[in-house]
């Protein structure tokens, strides 16, 4: 399953989670927002429709930050993940999900699948120790 991720940044520099309604895969879990690339659909309009229906943003800057393989056993994902440096609009969870606006030292408090391991450590890394001037 090829998914597209973002990982929004706000002003602060701080990062928005949502979590995983109970009767989905991995439910329970925090996690960073996107949803399936359809057939056909570049993987910038499918960050951008994904992130639009389940927060009700816009894209207006984002860079690509990392792809992360994982197999669950029960399922294999593909997370082409891409850090959103700028948006228009409120993030809510317009599928009833709850929303958490988080820290980088915050992060270990958060409960995450698997997958999003890799993106918690490429934050650290990548993002939050980077320059703004070299962040994308």
């Given at each position: 399953?090829?998914?597209?991720?973002?990982?929004?940044?706000?002003?602060?520099?701080?990062?928005?989670?949502?979590?995983?309604?109970?009767?989905?895969?991995?439910?329970?879990?925090?996690?960073?927002?996107?949803?399936?690339?359809?057939?056909?659909?570049?993987?910038?309009?499918?960050?951008?429709?994904e992130?639009?229906?389940?927060?009700?943003?816009?894209?207006?800057?984002?860079?690509?930050?990392?792809?992360?393989?994982h197999?669950?056993?029960?399922?294999?994902?593909?997370?082409?993940?891409?850090?959103?440096?700028?948006?228009?609009?409120?993030?809510?969870?317009?599928?009833?999900?709850?929303?958490?606006?988080?820290?980088?030292?915050?992060?270990?408090?958060?409960?995450?699948?698997?997958?999003?391991?890799?993106?918690?450590?490429?934050?650290?890394?990548?993002?939050?120790?980077?320059?703004?001037?070299?962040?994308?």
């Amino acid at each position: 399953m090829h998914v597209a991720v973002g990982v929004i940044l706000d002003d602060l520099r701080r990062v928005l989670l949502t979590r995983r309604a109970a009767h989905s895969h991995q439910g329970g879990l925090w996690e960073f927002p996107g949803g399936k690339v359809e057939p056909g659909e570049s993987l910038h309009n499918a960050l951008a429709r994904e992130l639009h229906e389940e927060l009700g943003i816009l894209v207006r800057r984002s860079t690509p930050l990392l792809e992360v393989h994982h197999d669950y056993g029960d399922r294999q994902v593909l997370l082409d993940v891409h850090v959103v440096w700028e948006f228009d609009g409120q993030a809510l969870g317009r599928e009833g999900q709850p929303l958490a606006w988080v820290a980088g030292e915050e992060l270990a408090k958060y409960r995450f699948p698997a997958a999003n391991e890799p993106i918690v450590a490429a934050l650290s890394t990548q993002v939050w120790g980077l320059e703004t001037g070299l962040s994308g």
